[in-house]
């Protein structure tokens, strides 16, 4: 079956620029979550979806990030006038159940670029 | 907290060698669950094994075997015989008790292993 996917893979934006990035899970997974991962470094928690709510974003790193999942399948997280310390590869998980003992099925990455 | 650690930055060994890959973690949790990943060149993490706080038994896969000590914090994976496809960075990841809600993965900052043909 089909597993987690992303799209953009890559993205350069101008510093300054918004851009959206789009997580399409597994179907009928339960659980979304984003995870930033700066080079080099283990990915860092963003933001949790179960269903279409939001249940922890305390990850975001700052109110210029947002991210929604309204319909409980497809998610956007969006940057608002993006900063160079905002490149990153951005990943979307999914995971079929809600709980900590669910693994979770990682997409390819956006690879976001600020110049 | 939650915090895994794993040491080991670079690895490199020759081909058919046997290999193990430390973590480190640290939990407050009493139930909890510790995972391997996989992340090779193209980026995408692969799942390669979950084990839960109260299961210390060891585990083995084909080439691969986990061992799991709770009374030195530790999850090590072990790579035998590998080979030159095993290159990648591997990941160690913590996840705890359902507090938040989010049971998000923590991760250590990975172990990037070069195989040798």
């Known amino acids: 079956g089909a597993g987690v996917s992303q799209s953009p893979r890559y993205k350069v934006a101008k510093r300054g620029q918004d851009v959206a990035l789009r997580c399409d899970p597994i179907s009928g997974h339960v659980s979304l979550f984003w995870y930033q991962q700066a080079l080099g470094q283990g990915p860092e928690f963003l933001t949790y979806f179960q269903n279409e709510a939001q249940l922890d974003k305390s990850g975001l790193p700052s109110d210029r990030f947002f991210a929604e999942r309204p319909e409980g399948s497809v998610s956007t997280l969006k940057i608002q006038r993006t900063q160079q310390e905002d490149s990153a590869v951005y990943l979307c998980?999914?995971?079929?159940?809600?709980?900590?003992?669910?693994?979770?099925?990682f997409g390819p990455g956006t690879r976001l670029t600020v110049t | 907290a939650q915090k895994v650690t794993q040491a080991q930055t670079e690895i490199s060994v020759v081909e058919k060698e046997d290999v193990t890959l430390d973590c480190v973690y640290e939990t407050r949790d009493t139930t909890y669950y510790l995972f391997w990943y996989k992340q090779p060149p193209s980026g995408e993490l692969v799942f390669l094994i979950r084990r839960n706080s109260f299961d210390e038994q060891n585990e083995i896969s084909g080439r691969y075997s986990w061992n799991f000590q709770k009374s030195t914090s530790s999850f090590n994976f072990t790579i035998t015989a590998s080979q030159v496809v095993d290159s990648a960075v591997y990941f160690c990841a913590l996840s705890g008790a359902d507090q938040t809600g989010a049971n998000n993965l923590f991760f250590g900052t990975g172990t990037r292993l070069t195989v040798i043909p």
């Open positions: 998980a999914s995971s079929l159940h809600r709980g900590p003992s669910y693994e979770q099925y």
